[in-house]
């Protein structure tokens, strides 16, 4: 693992694949970002690949939230 913290927005197989080969290197994964669940594809599967807690899971329809913001810095 380097000193890169790496925020992915990801969806679909190749998001999951993504998720898990940045896993499989010890990447460190400081946050990803989802689609809402109504377009979700695989976001369950993302989501517990990536063994991120609920406060590193952000959604795009929320990225222009001041909150969200704050908390992918």
Not at 23 to 42: L, T
Request: charged share 20%.
């Amino acid at each position: 693992m380097n000193g890169m913290k790496i925020v992915c927005c990801v969806n679909n197989l190749v998001g999951f694949q993504v998720i898990s080969w940045l896993r499989q290197r010890n990447e460190n994964i400081a946050g990803i970002i989802i689609h809402p669940q109504k377009k979700q594809k695989y976001g369950e599967e993302i989501i517990v690949a990536s063994g991120l807690t609920d406060d590193r899971i952000f959604y795009g329809n929320t990225l222009n939230n001041t909150e969200t913001i704050d908390a992918i810095r």
